[in-house]
């Protein structure tokens, strides 16, 4: 029961990753129905961009310009490089999608890929093969509940991503902005026509999209603090998975298929030797799309013929 | 664009297929006489490999010498006996064009291989890099045929490459190689070319059976559901192939035997090609382009789609299990990392960058990219910021790839131009 227990804890913090970079994905695909390949980099990028806030930050702090505390600092990382990555994800969407919006769908997903692939190279080339390490912001306190070892980066990394999914949801729900989204992603051809600015709503769910992927690199950077510029592709692909299982386009359901994703690859590893991790977690995936084709909370497709 | 037309075009236009092939035996054969003392004049060190485009960024001194090597070797005496021999070229085409069409096609591919001996013989470097060239293209156009006729976003590629190499590599390393997988080898070694084949077409069905769990997922769904049951498909099987102690897990199989030389590489991309054109010509490869277009309206017309989407998947994957297994034997060694997100961006790369639903988009897409791969190698990692680039540039202003929809008539390529053209 308390390894059980411990797993659990475990689980939630890796599938808060998943959960936040599946939204990016939920948010893309509602409008443009197609998937931002390039994502899992913009999660790389957006951990790297708080490496260096965070670094610059330090510095200011420590030539005693605002005398800062570190908790502060990383507050502070957060909310700049979600800003800064925002602006990442809209270069992205205006050099990679605008140009392709009426091509075929399959067009856009080569292009990011292939942005992805710059993304990363660029990356190597401006820093060297060098793995980062990122810098300490917070110590680690460990608190004991029953023989099950919490620490306060975990209860912080689970908290924060679930009040940033629960942020976005609000913000779909209760705003003007997302109120747009969601007519977008009902209609994307008449909603133009009432006057609202297609190119600055595509833009928006990239900005948001990419704030939420900066998120979750920073919050890898302090759970896992060494960084490295491939680090992107697998989380990106195992994200894009979950966003496909919770139904696409739908808030709740990419978190949870997050979460998910991180209980069964968490479960597994507890269960069988870790090196069947992948096999099993995949094997269930397949599982549950063979019986429901369209996720969670996706809308089935059918094009057999119903007489 | 008017003057190139009338000044270097028009004395071109009527060369057939055999005249091109005439004018490159010519300059093949000049490099292999001529090549090594003329680059020493040059002051090249030795033969450019690949058209010199590896020297060009290595030494930018060097380049006008390497234009010069190139136009000398390839491009003068190229186009000089090209256009010399129209006449009789035309002659030889049009008394070949009366032979049944297999012996005039034959001809035609003799001659090509004779030319890719000639030149790859320069060097083992070539050879090595024309062998995987002609796999790149055999994996290409059996993704196009799944991403390009038939429309779906395949990502399971490497998964159907991976089973056909480790299941040809265990064939050919436990029949044919002492004490590798069990022990001594039960076949002699010379029994071993003939059954090469064997073990390659055994790998393709194996990677066609693979298939069989990503085409019965697709009768329900299609798009992004089908493309990440084809991923999750793909990370099964590199993940089973790590786990399987048989196989030797994540150190890879090594020790293949050295069957796949440039002929039998050849010989297998050239029956790829063909089968594949033709397949994508039948019936059932119009009923691909129905199914793509649109499922529902196919259906109504009498289109089988479910058989039309089983057999395209086992088809593609065949096609790409007898490439992996080819793979295996030309680089001797493989390991599930060879088979991962790395390789699919390649492929798909290849398909989209030469063109979809098009077999001269496949090869052309295979080549250029393969080709640019090594020759951009002195540029080190740069090199993947510049093929990503072009990809994004074709994307922008072709969207559907390079040279896509257009079928690839044999007859019609091979025809001798006897009259001017009149159509233009």
């Given at each position: 029961?308390?390894i ?42 957006g951990?790297?961009?708080g ?20 908790w ?21 969407e205006?050099v990679?999608?605008?140009?392709l ?37 917070i ?7 029953g ?15 679930l ?13 003007k ?38 998120a ?19 989380f ?12 696409r ?37 397949l ?6 084709p ?14 | 664009?008017?003057?190139l037309?009338r ?27 001529a ?28 380049i ?22 129209i ?58 045929v ?39 080898a039960?076949?002699p ?33 299609r ?5 990440i ?8 099987v ?15 199989l ?7 030389d ?20 039948s ?5 691909l382009?129905?199914?793509?277009d649109?499922?529902?309206a ?27 297994g ?26 989209y ?69 009149t159509?233009?």
């Amino acid at each position: 029961m308390v390894i059980f227990l411990q797993n659990l804890v475990n689980a939630l913090q890796w599938g808060s990753f998943y959960a936040l970079i599946a939204l990016g994905y939920s948010m893309v695909y509602s409008i443009l129905m197609l998937f931002n390949f390039a994502h899992g980099d913009i999660f790389m990028v957006g951990s790297y961009i708080g490496f260096g806030v965070s670094m610059a930050l330090i510095a200011l702090a420590s030539w005693g310009v605002v005398a800062v505390p570190n908790w502060l600092i990383l507050v502070l990382t957060i909310l700049f490089s979600m800003f800064l990555t925002s602006f990442v994800g809209m270069i992205v969407e205006r050099v990679g999608y605008r140009p392709l919006r009426d091509a075929p769908r399959a067009s856009a997903a080569i292009t990011g890929l292939m942005i992805g692939i710059i993304l990363e190279t660029g990356n190597l080339a401006l820093l060297g093969a060098r793995r980062i390490s990122f810098p300490s912001l917070i110590a680690t306190t460990t608190y004991d509940v029953g023989g099950v070892f919490v620490t306060n980066k975990k209860i912080m990394i689970v908290l924060v991503s679930l009040l940033l999914a629960l942020a976005l949801h609000q913000f779909v729900r209760r705003t003007k902005w997302g109120m747009a989204i969601r007519a977008m992603a009902f209609d994307s051809a008449v909603v133009p026509l009432m006057g609202v600015p297609l190119n600055t709503m595509i833009a928006l769910t990239f900005a948001l999209g990419s704030a939420l992927a900066a998120a979750a690199g920073i919050l890898f950077g302090v759970a896992y603090p060494v960084l490295d510029p491939y680090m992107g592709i697998l989380f990106g692909w195992k994200a894009f998975v979950a966003a496909i299982l919770g139904g696409r386009g739908s808030v709740m359901g990419a978190t949870l298929a997050g979460f998910l994703l991180g209980f069964t690859e968490i479960f597994v590893a507890m269960i069988f030797p870790s090196t069947l991790r992948d096999l099993i977690a995949y094997s269930i995936i397949l599982l549950i799309l063979t019986f429901r084709p369209h996720g969670f909370f996706g809308e089935p497709y059918s094009a057999r013929l119903r007489l | 664009m008017g003057l190139l037309n009338r000044n270097i075009l028009v004395p071109f236009s009527r060369v057939p297929l055999l005249g091109w092939f005439f004018g490159a035996l010519v300059a093949v054969t000049l490099e292999r006489l001529a090549g090594t003392p003329l680059a020493q004049v040059l002051g090249l060190q030795k033969i450019p490999v690949l058209f010199g485009l590896s020297v060009m960024l290595k030494n930018p001194v060097l380049i006008p010498n390497v234009i010069l090597y190139t136009l000398l070797i390839y491009i003068v005496p190229m186009a000089v006996a090209t256009r010399l021999s129209i006449s009789l070229t035309n002659g030889i085409a049009a008394s070949l064009f009366r032979f049944p069409m297999a012996i005039t096609a034959a001809v035609h591919l003799a001659l090509l291989y004779a030319i890719l001996h000639l030149w790859a013989g320069i060097s083992d470097y070539r050879v090595l890099v024309l062998r995987l060239t002609l796999i790149a293209v055999m994996l290409t156009l059996s993704l196009n045929v799944i991403n390009g006729y038939m429309g779906e976003f395949s990502c399971s590629h490497p998964g159907f490459m991976a089973l056909g190499a480790y299941c040809a590599s265990v064939l050919t390393i436990g029949l044919f190689v002492d004490a590798q997988l069990v022990g001594v080898a039960s076949l002699p070694p010379a029994l071993g070319p003939f059954l090469f084949p064997v073990a390659l077409i055994l790998g393709g069905c194996v990677a066609s059976i693979g298939a069989l769990f990503v085409a019965i997922p697709s009768f329900r769904t299609r798009g992004d559901y089908l493309a990440i049951i084809s991923l999750a498909f793909m990370f099964i099987v590199k993940s089973l192939i790590e786990n399987l102690e048989f196989v030797r897990g994540p150190r890879g199989l090594s020790g293949q035997p050295d069957w796949a030389d440039l002929p039998t590489v050849f010989l297998w991309t050239v029956l790829c090609v063909w089968s594949i054109n033709n397949f994508t010509r039948s019936t059932i490869g119009k009923a691909l382009n129905a199914v793509r277009d649109n499922e529902m309206a196919a259906e109504a017309m009498t289109v089988d789609t479910r058989r039309t989407k089983i057999v395209a998947f086992l088809f593609g994957a065949f096609w790409a299990g007898v490439a992996g297994g080819l793979f295996a034997h030309v680089m001797r060694y493989v390991n599930p990392g060879n088979f991962g997100i790395q390789n699919l961006a390649e492929v798909l790369a290849m398909v989209y960058f030469g063109g979809l639903n098009s077999v001269y988009g496949s090869i052309v897409g295979a080549v250029s990219i393969s080709l640019l791969g090594e020759a951009l190698r002195p540029l080190e990692i740069f090199k993947w910021i510049i093929i990503p680039l072009l990809l994004i540039l074709v994307m922008i202003y072709r969207p559907t790839g390079l040279i896509a929809f257009r079928d690839l008539d044999v007859k019609n390529l091979l025809k001798p131009k006897q009259k001017p053209d009149t159509e233009a």
